[in-house]
């Protein structure tokens, strides 16, 4: 990959914090920046969950990429699959629960007829190159990201005095904003261009064009032929305050001025982009918002920093390791045997803001959460829906941020009705069958079905997917919500079940015949369709258990007959969970097939989490299984993938295994898998930029120091034996109970809570280490209760 010209400039180490006086535990920073375009992924980031950009922070030759949720290469076809005949299903069927797999695999993937389509790659839109002439060398350089604020901020003196330039994406106006100020001993000179890098990686035959008149930038793509004239644009609005302003061949000159402040806004059209182009949509949309950086911040303070401020950490870290910048924190903790607290700290602050920022009410964030420098993105950017959103939406209802978890909420209701296509063309029944994978809101439809990943058989992802919407529930008590948004989706599973399960074993337990444990194969047999996956169990526990509860809640599908009824003895014919010779929890729960343990995917212990089926409250011959299995699989390392390493940790916290969750957390950050900006990868080594860790880690933290489920709440229950001291708020717990303070000191042997319930009720509370390990608590409506637990010596 070539170097490109805008950033020649030679990289400045010097640094001051004479500048930042404000506490940085909840904040990024960093003294360099990404020379490089091919460096993109240390670029510092902001969003808002449906526009994102990537601030590189050079001083003199800025460059911003610009991302939209809905960039996505244009499809020329949708996703296309056969109708599979009802014989061919009955054989299918036949052939898995005869044993025979390797023909109900062929079958499956050959009458599939899986023709491929759909919208391709997660892409940049453009760059936009920020040029300020030289005049002395940089210093005092610095590049912040408040997570508070989502501002990014790049401070440097020159000859010229000290500079200042922000930016972040405003979800209350739902633009970008930029502000450049004037040095103190100066004017602000400066070209100002939209356009592509080769780094990007675009396909050749796409076309890109850029114009300007007045206050206003445009840049245009449409995407290559026979795709419906699809296309996309940005526009800028460019406001200098003072001085000249003057556009020559697409690039803005801005001559003397005392600031300039810029808002922007992208789009997507998906057929003919230039008829919609002429329209000038977008620059009547911003000619609506008030240029006035303070306005737009307050904006932004009044929504993402409300939502953000709700759950706050502290480590007891250092003081003077707080102040450290991020790439100080993280190459010391590399280096050192002990956990630096003060980057745990920030790291469960930088996951929380890059979780917000990517996050809509229209949208989750996806493998890239918002954000590329290259089209070439690893598995497409794509929604993964076995394991990878799944995690990274899994903090957004305990660390309280509805209104991040509202995209995930309509995104799913969007995919119901492909997934009901799914589930009576591939399986022949009602109900819904997840895709595998999809690029968005566009497409609902199967992913690719092949002899290793038969995907349509992976009937246990559609109950993960809407475990959250049920833990929603259990969260805030909305029963206009149970019954309006999750009912319907959880009724569509029963009547699935209802359909699919036909076969039955000796012992009169259905078989799940033609099953999938995610991308993971038996041991002894090289085959993926097999019977009775514990994910594919687990998945129908689950959500026949919530939708038996909802009806008895709702009062719905009572009486002979009905639902509840069919429901109920689906629930009680489905097959156990079967524990081998080792002592752990089988994959699949059909006998002669093997356990691979050295598997990325820990498909088998969702029981464990996130369902909590299996816990210290409930089956004790499971759960020691559980904990076999895990450490079965602890004695290899995940295929050193990020999502493997993240789902054993919340595993092992639901196992109550300290240790376990420890040496993973210690793992992301010593390993690479974090970069600069405190974003990540998919693998360690800075392998494959993908957010799944950033978002996840969080989680993996609250979980580790609050367990809840209905009626019980668990305070330190996985709790690393280095972290002595510390304090949480904000977490919500699974029934209704906000934990307004968790305050620990191990040396002085104290546990300080304040509970607050949104209704009456009573709740266990359990600390095992504590003198009195269990006790009830009588919580009344809305009243903070504060407790002291004394620790055993």
Same mark, same amino acid.
Request: with cysteine; net charge neutral; glycine share 8%.
């Given at each position: 990959?070539?170097?490109?010209?805008?950033?020649?400039?030679?990289?400045?180490?010097?640094?001051?914090?004479? +500048?930042?006086?404000?506490?940085?535990?909840?904040?990024?920073?960093?003294?360099?920046?990404?020379?490089?375009?091919?460096?993109?992924?240390?670029?510092?980031?902001?969003?808002?969950?449906?526009?994102?950009?990537?601030?590189?922070?050079?001083? #003199?030759?800025?460059?911003?990429?610009?991302?939209?949720?809905?960039?996505?290469?244009?499809?020329?076809?949708?996703?296309?699959?056969?109708?599979?005949?009802?014989?061919?299903?009955?054989?299918?069927?036949?052939?898995?629960?005869?044993?025979?797999?390797?023909?109900?695999?062929?079958?499956?993937?050959?009458?599939?007829?899986?023709?491929?389509?759909?919208?391709?790659?997660?892409?940049?839109?453009?760059?936009?190159?920020?040029?300020?002439?030289?005049?002395?060398?940089?210093?005092?350089?610095?590049?912040?990201?408040?997570?508070?604020?989502?501002?990014?901020?790049?401070?440097?003196?020159?000859?010229?005095?000290?500079?200042?330039?922000?930016?972040?994406?405003?979800?209350?106006?739902?633009?970008?904003?930029?502000?450049?100020?004037?040095?103190?001993?100066?004017?602000?000179?400066?070209?100002?261009?939209?356009?592509?890098?080769? &780094?990007?990686?675009?396909?050749?035959?796409?076309?890109?064009?850029?114009? &300007?008149?007045?206050?206003?930038?445009?840049?245009?793509?449409?995407?290559?032929?026979?795709?419906?004239?699809?296309?996309?644009?940005?526009?800028?609005?460019?406001?200098?305050?003072?001085?000249?302003?003057?556009?020559?061949? &697409?690039?803005? =000159?801005?001559?003397?001025?005392?600031?300039?402040?810029?808002?922007?806004?992208?789009?997507?059209?998906?057929?003919?982009?230039?008829?919609?182009?002429?329209?000038?949509?977008?620059?009547?949309?911003?000619?609506?918002?008030?240029?006035?950086?303070?306005?737009?911040?307050?904006?932004?303070?009044?929504?993402?920093?409300?939502?953000?401020?709700?759950?706050?950490?502290?480590?007891?870290?250092?003081?003077?390791?707080?102040?450290?910048?991020?790439?100080?924190?993280?190459?010391?903790?590399?280096?050192?045997?002990?956990?630096?607290?003060?980057?745990?700290?920030?790291?469960?602050?930088?996951?929380?803001?890059?979780?917000?920022?990517?996050?809509?009410?229209?949208?989750?964030?996806?493998?890239?959460?918002?954000?590329?420098?290259?089209?070439?993105?690893?598995?497409?950017? !794509?929604?993964?829906?076995?394991?990878? $959103?799944?995690?990274?939406?899994?903090?957004?209802?305990?660390?309280?941020?509805?209104?991040?978890?509202?995209?995930?909420?309509?995104?799913?209701?969007?995919?119901?009705?492909?997934?009901?296509?799914?589930?009576?063309?591939?399986?022949?029944?009602?109900?819904?069958?997840?895709?595998?994978?999809?690029?968005?809101?566009?497409? &609902?439809?199967?992913?690719?079905?092949?002899?290793?990943?038969?995907?349509?058989?992976?009937?246990?992802?559609?109950?993960?997917?809407?475990?959250?919407?049920?833990? =929603?529930?259990?969260?805030?008590?909305?029963?206009?919500?149970?019954?309006?948004?999750?009912?319907?989706?959880?009724?569509?599973?029963?009547?699935? !079940?209802?359909?699919? #399960?036909?076969?039955?074993?000796?012992?009169?337990?259905?078989?799940?015949?033609?099953?999938?444990?995610?991308?993971?194969?038996?041991?002894?047999?090289?085959?993926?369709?097999?019977?009775?996956?514990?994910?594919?169990?687990?998945?129908?526990?689950?959500? $026949?258990?919530?939708?038996?509860?909802?009806?008895?809640?709702?009062?719905?599908?009572?009486?002979?007959?009905?639902?509840?009824?069919?429901?109920?003895?689906?629930?009680?014919?489905?097959?156990?969970?079967?524990?081998?010779?080792?002592?752990?929890?089988?994959?699949?729960?059909?006998?002669?097939?093997?356990?691979? !343990?050295?598997?990325?995917?820990?498909?088998?212990?969702?029981?464990?989490?996130?369902?909590?089926?299996?816990?210290?409250?409930?089956? #004790?011959?499971?759960?020691?299984?559980?904990?076999?299995?895990?450490?079965?699989?602890?004695?290899?390392?995940?295929?050193?993938?990020?999502?493997?390493?993240?789902?054993?940790?919340?595993?092992?916290?639901?196992?109550?295994?300290?240790?376990?969750?420890?040496?993973?957390?210690?793992?992301?950050?010593?390993?690479?898998?974090?970069?600069?900006?405190?974003?990540?990868?998919?693998?360690?080594? =800075?392998?494959?930029?993908?957010?799944?860790?950033?978002?996840?880690?969080?989680?993996?933290?609250?979980?580790?120091?609050?367990?809840?489920?209905?009626?019980?709440?668990?305070?330190?229950?996985?709790?690393?034996? +280095?972290?002595?001291?510390?304090?949480?708020?904000?977490?919500?717990?699974?029934?209704?109970?906000?934990?307004?303070?968790?305050?620990?000191?191990?040396?002085?042997?104290?546990?300080?809570?304040?509970?607050?319930?949104?209704?009456?009720?009573?709740?266990?509370?359990?600390?095992?280490?504590?003198?009195?390990?269990?006790?009830?608590?009588?919580?009344?409506?809305?009243?903070?209760?504060?407790?002291?637990?004394?620790?055993?010596?």
């Amino acid at each position: 990959m070539k170097k490109c010209c805008f950033l020649s400039l030679i990289l400045i180490t010097l640094f001051s914090f004479a +500048h930042a006086q404000h506490s940085l535990q909840r904040a990024g920073v960093s003294n360099s920046y990404p020379v490089l375009f091919k460096d993109w992924a240390n670029a510092y980031l902001s969003g808002n969950g449906k526009m994102g950009i990537m601030v590189f922070g050079n001083p #003199l030759q800025e460059t911003v990429i610009f991302n939209d949720r809905n960039f996505n290469l244009a499809k020329s076809n949708d996703r296309s699959f056969a109708k599979v005949s009802a014989a061919d299903l009955k054989q299918i069927r036949d052939y898995c629960a005869e044993g025979n797999f390797e023909a109900a695999n062929k079958l499956a993937v050959e009458t599939s007829n899986y023709k491929g389509g759909g919208e391709g790659n997660r892409h940049p839109g453009f760059k936009m190159l920020i040029s300020i002439p030289e005049n002395g060398a940089i210093r005092d350089y610095s590049r912040t990201c408040d997570f508070r604020t989502g501002e990014i901020i790049v401070r440097w003196t020159d000859n010229r005095g000290s500079w200042e330039r922000k930016s972040f994406v405003s979800r209350h106006d739902n633009v970008v904003v930029q502000y450049l100020t004037a040095p103190d001993k100066g004017k602000i000179s400066c070209a100002i261009e939209l356009a592509v890098d080769t &780094g990007m990686n675009f396909p050749k035959d796409m076309k890109f064009s850029g114009t &300007g008149s007045g206050d206003f930038m445009n840049f245009r793509a449409k995407y290559p032929p026979n795709t419906s004239g699809a296309g996309y644009e940005g526009v800028v609005k460019v406001i200098a305050n003072g001085g000249t302003k003057t556009i020559k061949d &697409g690039v803005m =000159h801005i001559e003397g001025a005392a600031s300039v402040i810029m808002i922007s806004r992208t789009e997507k059209y998906y057929s003919d982009c230039e008829s919609q182009w002429e329209k000038q949509l977008l620059k009547k949309e911003l000619d609506k918002v008030p240029v006035n950086y303070a306005a737009l911040l307050k904006g932004q303070v009044n929504t993402h920093q409300k939502i953000y401020d709700r759950v706050r950490l502290d480590l007891n870290g250092n003081p003077a390791d707080r102040l450290k910048t991020n790439d100080a924190l993280l190459a010391a903790q590399k280096s050192s045997k002990e956990p630096i607290h003060a980057l745990w700290e920030r790291i469960f602050d930088a996951g929380r803001y890059y979780y917000l920022s990517s996050s809509s009410d229209q949208s989750p964030p996806d493998l890239l959460g918002i954000w590329t420098g290259d089209c070439n993105a690893g598995w497409g950017g !794509y929604y993964h829906l076995d394991a990878n $959103l799944n995690l990274q939406v899994g903090g957004g209802n305990i660390g309280n941020m509805p209104e991040a978890m509202e995209g995930y909420f309509k995104l799913n209701e969007v995919w119901r009705k492909d997934f009901q296509t799914n589930a009576r063309d591939l399986l022949g029944t009602r109900g819904m069958v997840a895709a595998g994978n999809t690029p968005g809101a566009s497409s &609902g439809l199967m992913a690719n079905i092949n002899t290793f990943y038969p995907y349509h058989y992976a009937t246990g992802e559609e109950p993960w997917l809407l475990y959250p919407f049920w833990e =929603h529930y259990l969260v805030t008590g909305d029963q206009v919500f149970l019954k309006n948004r999750l009912y319907p989706l959880l009724k569509d599973m029963g009547e699935f !079940y209802e359909d699919f #399960l036909t076969h039955t074993d000796k012992n009169g337990k259905y078989i799940f015949a033609g099953s999938v444990s995610p991308e993971n194969q038996p041991a002894n047999l090289k085959v993926s369709l097999l019977n009775n996956s514990n994910f594919d169990i687990s998945g129908a526990k689950f959500a $026949l258990t919530a939708l038996i509860q909802v009806c008895k809640t709702l009062g719905l599908e009572q009486g002979a007959g009905k639902g509840m009824e069919k429901w109920q003895k689906i629930l009680d014919k489905l097959p156990p969970y079967l524990i081998n010779e080792d002592g752990a929890m089988q994959e699949w729960s059909w006998p002669g097939l093997k356990d691979s !343990y050295g598997h990325r995917h820990s498909s088998h212990l969702l029981n464990v989490w996130p369902y909590q089926e299996i816990s210290p409250a409930h089956d #004790l011959k499971l759960y020691d299984a559980a904990k076999v299995t895990l450490a079965k699989k602890d004695e290899h390392n995940y295929e050193n993938a990020g999502h493997g390493l993240l789902h054993a940790a919340l595993i092992a916290a639901g196992l109550r295994n300290a240790e376990s969750v420890d040496a993973k957390l210690n793992r992301f950050f010593r390993e690479d898998f974090y970069y600069n900006n405190l974003c990540t990868s998919h693998y360690n080594g =800075h392998g494959v930029f993908c957010t799944d860790v950033c978002n996840t880690v969080p989680t993996i933290m609250m979980e580790m120091l609050v367990a809840s489920e209905p009626g019980l709440i668990e305070l330190l229950p996985a709790l690393p034996s +280095h972290l002595l001291r510390g304090e949480i708020s904000g977490v919500k717990g699974r029934n209704r109970v906000t934990i307004e303070k968790l305050k620990w000191d191990l040396e002085k042997g104290v546990v300080e809570c304040v509970l607050k319930s949104d209704i009456k009720q009573d709740i266990t509370l359990i600390q095992r280490k504590a003198v009195v390990a269990s006790r009830k608590l009588h919580l009344l409506k809305g009243v903070s209760t504060p407790l002291t637990i004394k620790l055993k010596p």
